[in-house]
């Protein structure tokens, strides 16, 4: 696995992007864009065709230069200092190639050393990246015989060889079949366990739902919404679930009727509601249930999908 | 070792092909040799430099043109943009290891051009015919890769190819060089009333021309690779320009108007070449308007279009002009009525500049360099073609001027014509901003 040194603080923000602006001819991409980003999260970046996602990684890459804003990596400016920047971030194009003529070992080589690994570590970084992306028996074999997805990985293997501190993909799965998706998925969580940033664009969500802990909407080159998808992680209102042995209209009202209780929202023999308060509150709440006769199944914290939450963001009028 | 030559190396350098190369020169050598086998140490000389020619300024032109075309379209060359490298690192890395083989096989010309001497073939210059020849190699490998960042950026075809031109100027030294490089002792060359041997005059001109074309293919390196640089090469090319065509002049009046007018030929020239095949975008010219209102007056002129320099460079230089041509006996031959005909020009170039502004703060995603191209031919030859033929004589010289109005009314009918063309460039620009709502104040200059 690998390990991201931690130059500051793990309280200050890997990234931060304030009222960035970038126009295409004739459509604005991205409209007064500012968040920051919290060191050692996976972060879902989603929005509809068209939302800026792209034009905002490739601003965030260095790729481009907005008409307006700044953007910070690891406590470098971005637009002021690209090449500085690019030690820290990795960045994997939605459209991206590889050197068909050169072996898996040397285009890592090549991206490792151009990212700024030292000669001396070039060869354990070379075998560190393979074997995190199940590459080690390929190293000596040209890149342009390698198939769809093991092409993606060695791709992915260049944005990452240099243990960057943010790393920013856009459609990574893409052409991926669902072992692969799987692998994927897996080497997120052990990036971000070894404390990378990561920031994932992609249209498939129930993908980005194995291991994204935030999500950033975009609509229209706006920022709709970021938050963390990690229940209970923002504020002490926790999503709940009730799982019934039939639906049973007394559960909404015994619900309704508890003071730290809101939204309650039944379907069919499933009940989900916002509970205030930790665990202790919890007990409460099922014993009114079961006195009140509700045949309870089971009990227990509803983790928001990514997929229903997105729909619910996108749908709402923008604020 | 450099990253990107050590990439180069591995894909150009394969046992293949340095075993392949040495056979191939071998075999032609032998072949041309056998030809003419009283001399065969003259024919392999010659064979060896039209080798040299042909494997470098031919073949290896070709590669570095390709070094940067051949990474857009397959995709790679986004992780180069992305590396820590610095530009100089990427550039030298990029220009020898792109044209590696090139250099191998010239290096071999070099050799069989030794043992042609060491068989008896004279040539005193051999130090500087091979030293104009590997100045004049350079040149034209880093104009092309200069030439190919340049068309890298341009969202036409038209513009890519405009681009690509950049390497004809110095391939046209290329050329003086090898044009000399078969004879010992062409005849000598006046400049500023020196004379040169003509083999040292081109050899020095071409170790020239290849440092301004690695310092070019740097500097587009640079901009490609988001690091910020002042525009003062692009002018500076301009004057060394203007410096070298005015030494051609004769005599000290003639020198002092051969300079005053290749300077304004040369930043006119440059403008239109930077006008087509640099970018100007309604991004870029946003930017540039947004650090104009935050007083970030560094990054304004960082940003500013090449051609913007020498349109700049060119009004000093169509003053001097216009008062040497008023003025100087010498010139019996121009008018005085012609006299202000430089400003005149001065004014077509930028109006011709107002209008590749005015379609690229346009809403269309194409580039506008058609556009422009057709509306300038509409302008300077159709419609007053069009308008003589149709008896509208005074129409045609209010559109076109030059020659059949003095210097004066000339620059008049220009004048107008820039003030209709910057009225249309501003309502654009209003057009533009309310189409997208007020521009904010920059906080800082990012």
């Avoid at chain 2, 090319?237 to 030494?247: C, M, Q, T, V």
């Avoid at chain 2, 230089?317 to 400003?343: E, H, T």
Wanted: with cysteine.
């Amino acid at each position: 696995m690998m390990n991201v040194s931690q130059g500051e603080g793990n309280a200050a923000p890997i990234a931060s992007v304030a009222g960035v602006r970038f126009e295409y001819p004739g459509v604005r991409a991205l409209d007064d864009v500012s968040f920051t980003l919290a060191r050692g999260t996976v972060t879902a970046l989603v929005g509809p065709n068209g939302a800026g996602k792209s034009t905002l990684l490739r601003c965030m890459a260095g790729l481009e230069t907005p008409i307006l804003g700044e953007i910070e990596v690891a406590g470098v400016d971005v637009l002021d200092s690209p090449r500085k920047a690019h030690r820290h971030l990795g960045y994997l194009s939605d459209f991206f190639g590889v050197y068909d003529a050169l072996t898996v070992r040397q285009c890592l080589t090549h991206a490792g050393a151009i990212n700024g690994t030292s000669e001396a570590e070039l060869p354990s970084a070379v075998a560190r990246t393979a074997r995190s992306l199940a590459l080690s028996d390929r190293l000596d074999s040209a890149a342009g015989t390698l198939s769809r997805g093991l092409r993606q990985r060695l791709a992915i293997g260049q944005a990452l060889i240099h243990s960057p501190r943010l790393l920013l993909l856009d459609e990574p799965a893409a052409g991926l079949d669902p072992e692969a998706r799987h692998g994927l998925a897996v080497l997120f969580r052990e990036l971000q366990a070894s404390g990378m940033t990561i920031v994932v664009s992609s249209h498939i969500l129930a993908e980005l739902d194995e291991y994204s802990t935030d999500m950033l909407v975009l609509k229209g080159g706006r920022v709709v919404e970021q938050r963390s998808l990690e229940a209970g992680a923002e504020a002490r209102e926790r999503r709940m679930q009730v799982t019934l042995a039939a639906p049973d209209p007394r559960a909404v009202e015994v619900l309704a009727a508890q003071s730290n209780v809101s939204s309650v929202v039944a379907d069919g023999a499933l009940v989900s509601f916002a509970l205030r308060g930790d665990e202790t509150a919890q007990a409460p709440v099922l014993r009114a249930l079961v006195e009140a006769g509700v045949a309870v199944v089971a009990f227990g914290e509803a983790r928001e999908n990514l997929h229903d939450s997105y729909l619910r963001t996108v749908a709402e009028p923008r604020k | 070792m450099n990253p990107e030559l050590r990439r180069n190396l591995w894909l150009e350098l394969t046992t293949h092909r340095l075993v392949a190369m040495p056979v191939v020169l071998f075999l032609v050598f032998v072949l041309f040799a056998s030809r003419n086998a009283s001399d065969w140490q003259g024919a392999v000389f010659s064979t060896a430099v039209a080798m040299f020619i042909v494997v470098v300024h031919l073949w290896g032109t070709y590669k570095a043109s390709e070094a940067v075309t051949d990474e857009v379209r397959d995709r790679t060359w986004d992780w180069q943009r992305l590396s820590a490298l610095d530009p100089w690192q990427m550039t030298w890395g990029k220009l020898a290891g792109a044209t590696a083989l090139s250099w191998y096989g010239a290096f071999l010309c070099v050799v069989a051009m030794v043992i042609a001497m060491l068989g008896g073939f004279e040539r005193r210059d051999l130090a500087i015919l091979v030293c104009g020849l590997v100045a004049s190699g350079v040149a034209v490998h880093a104009a092309a890769l200069a030439g190919s960042l340049q068309a890298s950026r341009k969202s036409s075809k038209l513009g890519h190819r405009i681009g690509l031109l950049f390497f004809f100027p110095a391939a046209a030294v290329g050329l003086f060089a090898i044009a000399s490089a078969g004879q010992e002792r062409a005849e000598a060359i006046e400049w500023y009333g020196r004379s040169f041997e003509a083999i040292r005059f081109y050899s020095a001109l071409a170790v020239v021309f290849a440092l301004w074309a690695v310092l070019a293919a740097y500097r587009e390196m640079a901009r490609e690779l988001k690091v910020r640089l002042l525009p003062w090469a692009y002018p500076a090319f301009a004057l060394f320009l203007a410096a070298l065509f005015g030494g051609y002049g004769q005599g000290p009046v003639a020198s002092r108007t051969s300079l005053a007018l290749s300077g304004l030929i040369v930043c006119i020239g440059l403008t239109y070449y930077g006008l087509f095949a640099d970018v100007t975008t309604a991004m870029s010219l946003r930017r540039i308007a947004t650090h104009g209102k935050a007083g970030h007056w560094r990054r304004l002129i960082e940003e500013l279009p090449l051609w913007v320099t020498t349109l700049a460079l060119a009004v000093p230089f169509a003053l001097w002009c216009a008062q040497i041509l008023g003025d100087s006996p010498v010139l019996s031959l121009v008018p005085k009525a012609a006299a202000l005909y430089p400003v005149a020009v001065l004014l077509l170039a930028a109006r011709d500049c107002g209008i590749y502004v005015f379609f690229a703060l346009g809403a269309r995603a194409r580039g506008p360099e058609g556009i422009t191209l057709l509306y300038i031919a509409l302008l300077s030859w159709i419609v007053p073609a069009v308008l003589a033929i149709a008896g509208m004589g005074a129409a045609a010289r209010l559109l076109m001027p030059f020659g059949s109005m003095n210097g004066w009314q000339a620059s008049v009918v220009m004048g107008v014509q820039v003030s209709i063309v910057a009225g249309l460039v501003a309502w654009r620009w209003r057009a533009r901003r309310r189409a997208f709502g007020s521009m904010p104040p920059a906080s800082s200059p990012g």
